[in-house]
Structure formats: C-alpha cells, structure tokens
C-alpha cells in the first residue's frame, strides 16, 4: 500500500512538472511571438474597403468607386482576386469581364475577408500586419465605428492564425490643430475600451505595444513639429494618462536631410530622433536597380548609420512597384497618370529591394502595402492576365510585364522573404535562384 501512495505521490510529481514545462514553453512561444521587430517582415493594411449594406448603414462603394461601379471611374489600379473566396462572401460590381464573367469586390467588414487575408499570411510565413488607422476618420462617427469592427475583425483573425499586427495612425490630411489630441483620444479609447494591446498577438518591443504615427515631418502634411514631438513624448512616457508605447515613425525619406519630402525646419530632426524606432516612406522614390543603388547608397546605408548611433531602430519599407493611373484621371492630374509606372518586373523590383537592404543590415522590413490596390502595391493576389479585368478598364495585371505567374505570386516572394529575414540570411541576387512561378 505504501509502494503504490509512493508512485502516485511520484507519478503525480513529475505530471505536475512536465505540465509546468508544457505551460512555461506556451507562455514563452507567445512572449516571444507578441515581443520584437527584429527579423520580421510586416505588411501594411489599409482595411478600408467596403460595399453598399456591409454594415446596415453604409451606402457606399468605399475606396472602390467614387459613385456607382464605373470602370472608367475606379480608384483601383489592380483588380484583386477571389483566390479561394466565396461568393457568398463578396460584393458584386455588376461590371463584366471580357468572358462575361462577374468583376466582385470586398469589405474588410466581413469578419471571414479578415480571416482569409491572414490565412493567405499565415500560408506564407509572413509575420503579420501593421492596421492603418486613418487620423482624419476619427471625428466622424460612422466612419470610427467602421475603423473599430475592422479592428476587431483584425484581432480575431489574428488570434486564429498567430499573425502578429499593431496600430498605424495615419495623419495624411488630418488637421494640425486638433491631430495630437485626436491620437491620444483614440489611443485612450483602443487600449481601454477595445482592449487591443490585451490581445496575445499585439505586437510589444521592450514590454511595450508598438504604435506607428505615420506623415508627421512629410512636406505634404500640415503640422507643428512641436505638437508632433509632445504626443510622440508622451506616447512613449505614459504622460497625461495615456497607455504607453514603443513609438515607431513611418518618417519622410529625407529626414537625415531635411530635403526633399521634409519640411526643412530644423526642429523636426528633434521630432525625428524622438522615435524608438524610424521606418522612412520609399515607394516611389526610386523605379529601378540603378535609382535603388543610388538610394541605398545615398539614404538607406548612411541613415542606418545614424539610427546606430542614435540608439534607435531602422525598418525599411519595401515595394513591389506602383501605379496610380485611374486616382490620377479623377484628380484631374495628367502627370501622374502612367499604368503600371513603377513596372514590378515579375518580382525582381522587390526582391532586388530586400536583398539590398538586407545585405545592407536591415533586420527588419515593412512591406507596402498588402491591398493597396489604389496605388498598385498591393501584395495580395490580384488578377493575372488582361482578360480578367473588367470590360472597358484601364488597369495593371501581374503577367503585364511579360511574365506567366500564380494570382498569389508576391505573397510567395514575401515570403521567402520573410524566411531569410528571420533567418538572418542574405537572399541570393537572383529571384531565380530562391524561387520560382
């Protein structure tokens, strides 16, 4: 009788400490998944398309046609694809396809759109995603009740499929006298009410929930680089109640220099430096291998450099090309009006974009953007061949540049990418050589 107390006292010991291990190996995985940058790849999200009734109230085709569906009025230069989609699940155009096929869209307010484009992450080992939320938006009562289901179609979905993802305020267009308190409002309101930075896979540096302020210091954007610097300041601190955060810049490309896309007022380098963490704006800013040596010799090696000797962190962002042709027709800007004038050639534009700053030290990478069809960069699957594209549209397709790809090809680069990213590893020059259509 003693023998047989003795095992189960045993047996009860060793299950009690195997069960320990089992919990502390869980509980590391998920530190160790929701805590660092560093050799990860994260995609940019906008998020912000929707249909007529997605919601009960909204009546608009949102970021897809400025009014009713027109080819020849879109604001979309790719066409994404249903790759495996329902269509139950999807909106339908009523425009036609050359094969009298039917052109459908989406709304990120459908909780299964959400979870199929982090499946389509999870399917390629891409981290996660970096969720746009538009500072402009936030004083409009509909539109913020939108921002936040998309919010919580986000966390669900990442919940399901283990992508990691953290909060991007985008300031383009907002107003200089009221964007920092409308951040710290917002931020107040994610944290406490939504509860965001609760979620396993909320992305945390140094113990802290990253937050991206995206446009502060951009030529293009009105603001006071003194406000700027408080929010930042007290984002980072904690100050005036607010949730504190790891606080990453999506900064101009020339905020070394102030040139360029910069203001030039010497108090935004106060503003700059102020940043955990700096991600300068490159699309666009060089169209091919020779333009991109240039950059990286120019910009990319000698802002790492500083970021090195600043103490902050470097994330550049990457590309796979750029088109903004239908935005441009109804903007009434010529100029801008060229199909496909960044050409992604098959892959190479991107991948020569990673190898380079990889090579260069880049531990990290934030890839522009995941469905921004609007511009072009979308990394989604999109339509491949012409006749995919709605009758009488003008539109970039994958195969435009001579090549014979799968809908879901930039997800495969992204992700092979994002394999030597983690590994530590250099990819090879050549697209060829890592992977193949």
């Not at 389509?120 to 402009?136: M, P």
């Not at 000797?309 to 903007?331: D, K, T």
Request: hydrophobic share 35%; aromatic share 12%; proline share 6%.
């Amino acid at each position: 009788m003693k023998t047989t107390n003795h095992r189960c006292r045993l047996f009860k010991f060793i299950f009690g400490v195997l069960l320990c291990q089992i919990l502390f190996l869980e509980q590391s995985a998920l530190a160790e998944q929701a805590n660092g940058l560093n050799g990860r790849l994260i995609l940019g999200y906008q998020g912000w398309f929707g249909c007529p009734g997605d919601d009960g109230q909204n009546k608009e085709w949102q970021h897809w046609f400025p009014g009713h569906p027109n080819p020849q009025e879109i604001l979309i230069d790719m066409i994404p694809s249903q790759h495996s989609i329902s269509t139950s699940d999807l909106c339908d155009t009523g425009l036609k396809k050359p094969n009298g096929g039917t052109v459908y869209f989406y709304s990120t307010q459908n909780p299964n759109i959400v979870f199929k484009h982090f499946e389509w992450l999870q399917e390629n080992g891409i981290d996660g995603i970096a969720l746009q939320r538009f500072v402009h938006m936030l004083d409009n009562p509909v539109l913020k009740v939108r921002h936040d289901n998309l919010i919580k179609n986000v966390m669900a979905a990442a919940n399901k499929t283990g992508r990691v993802f953290f909060i991007t305020y985008d300031t383009s267009g907002a107003d200089p006298s009221t964007v920092s308190a409308s951040i710290r409002a917002d931020w107040f309101h994610l944290v406490n009410d939504l509860k965001i930075t609760n979620n396993t896979q909320y992305l945390f540096v140094q113990n802290k929930p990253v937050l991206e302020l995206w446009g502060f210091g951009f030529n293009t954007n009105p603001a006071n680089p003194q406000d700027a610097l408080n929010v930042i300041n007290d984002l980072k601190s904690g100050n005036g109640n607010l949730p504190s955060a790891f606080v990453m810049g999506g900064v101009p490309s020339s905020w070394r220099t102030l040139k360029g896309d910069s203001y030039a007022d010497p108090n935004w380098t106060t503003v700059y430096h102020s940043y955990n963490i700096l991600s300068p704006w490159t699309v666009g800013r060089f169209n091919d291998d020779n333009s991109l040596e240039n950059f990286l010799k120019n910009k990319i090696i000698p802002d790492m450099a500083e970021a090195r000797r600043l103490g902050i962190g470097y994330m550049p962002v990457i590309f796979p090309g750029y088109s903004f042709y239908n935005n441009s027709i109804l903007q009434h800007n010529a100029q801008n009006a060229i199909i496909n004038k960044i050409p992604r050639r098959c892959g190479r534009f991107l991948w020569r974009q990673s190898t380079s700053f990889i090579q260069a030290g880049a531990t990290m990478l934030y890839g522009a953007m995941f469905d921004e069809v609007n511009e072009g960069t979308a990394l989604m699957p999109t339509e491949t061949v012409q006749t995919q594209l709605p009758n009488n549209s003008k539109m970039v397709y994958l195969n435009q540049d001579g090549c014979s790809l799968p809908d879901d090809w930039y997800l495969k680069v992204s992700g092979k990418i994002s394999t030597y990213l983690k590994n530590g590893q250099v990819p090879p020059v050549g697209i060829e050589q890592a992977i193949r259509p």
